[in-house]
């Protein structure tokens, strides 16, 4: 039974110990579950992490499974998030509602050709209300609504006129799979102050491979139409990531808070892309570590640009 899954229901007086009623197995056969432990008998067959890699959607037992990320973390664990829904889930994007698929007891990443015993995950309401469910070992990434958060303070200042990152972060890509999943969230809130004269300044978030101006605008807040003065400028924006669309990643920007105390400065009335248009980026984020962050560009400026604070958060948005 590599590579597939198993439908065990488990008698009432197992459930009475406590032991979940419902488990999905991978290479575990029907009756190798020690009904003391709920753990997989000493005889259960190793499987192959190249096997896990090649899953794909099916109904197993009964239950609609679709696995949509197979991912090993900085934590040393192998896992996959899945839905158990009977419906197709949308082409616009999923919010992930599933659990995780762990490897239990090994300490390291594994190979293509490493064989692991005991892989499962158990849901003592599976089919109720869609509840989540609770695994064994450790997940590749933490629970619904967890933040992983970088903060700047002041320090940066920019004097030029170049396009320039004054606070930028990376999603990391770890064996195929990004950081940031369909569901998940951006959100990035600067603070900007200038006391002297500005002829323009331009503030624009990028999304992409390469950290720099070659990036994908993914959303321009404002620019000045001249004159001069100081001005004062905080906001927040939030992202979220859609599915993949032909091989290209997608981010639809869900969220604006701004609040602009200016001479001069204008903010931008109608932005570009407008809230609730998807963006689509140039690649997946699945394939390569993509730069988040913003910029700021000016012309003819004299004085002294300064990011009083600054933090990008990543929120993930399920399972």
Not at 42 to 54: G, N, P, T
Not at 132 to 152: H, L, Q, S, T
Not at 280 to 300: K, Q
Request: charged fraction near 15%; glycine fraction near 14%; aromatic fraction near 12%.
């Amino acid at each position: 039974m590599v590579g597939s899954f198993q439908y065990v229901d488990v008698d009432e007086e197992t459930k009475e110990l406590g032991i979940p009623r419902w488990y999905y197995i991978l290479g575990v056969p029907v009756g190798l579950i020690d009904p003391a432990t709920g753990q997989p008998a000493a005889s259960v067959a190793e499987y192959l992490w190249s096997d896990f890699l090649s899953l794909d959607a099916a109904n197993f037992g009964g239950k609609f499974i679709r696995i949509i990320d197979k991912h090993s973390s900085l934590n040393l664990a192998g896992g996959v998030l899945f839905v158990g829904d009977s419906t197709v889930v949308p082409a616009k994007f999923q919010q992930v509602s599933g659990g995780h698929i762990v490897f239990s007891g090994f300490s390291g990443f594994p190979a293509a050709n490493a064989a692991r015993k005991g892989w499962r995950c158990w849901d003592p309401t599976v089919g109720i209300d869609g509840q989540g469910f609770y695994c064994d070992g450790i997940r590749w990434r933490p629970d619904n609504n967890w933040m992983f958060a970088e903060k700047v303070y002041s320090g940066w200042t920019k004097t030029g006129t170049a396009e320039e990152f004054p606070l930028q972060t990376i999603i990391p890509v770890n064996n195929g799979k990004s950081l940031l999943q369909p569901g998940d969230h951006l959100i990035l809130m600067p603070s900007l102050g200038k006391a002297g004269s500005v002829n323009a300044a331009t503030i624009r978030y990028r999304c992409g491979v390469n950290g720099n101006s070659g990036d994908t605008a993914v959303y321009d807040s404002g620019a000045t139409t001249g004159g001069s003065g100081g001005f004062c400028f905080a906001e927040r924006v939030m992202f979220q990531r859609l599915s993949d669309s032909g091989g290209n990643s997608r981010l639809l920007r869900t969220g604006y808070v701004s609040t602009n105390s200016y001479s001069g400065y204008v903010l931008v009335t109608s932005p570009n892309p407008v809230l609730g248009s998807p963006i689509t980026l140039s690649g997946s984020m699945d394939s390569a570590p993509f730069y988040f962050g913003f910029s700021v560009a000016c012309n003819g400026n004299t004085d002294t640009i300064t990011l009083n604070s600054g933090q990008i958060e990543i929120f993930t948005g399920g399972a």
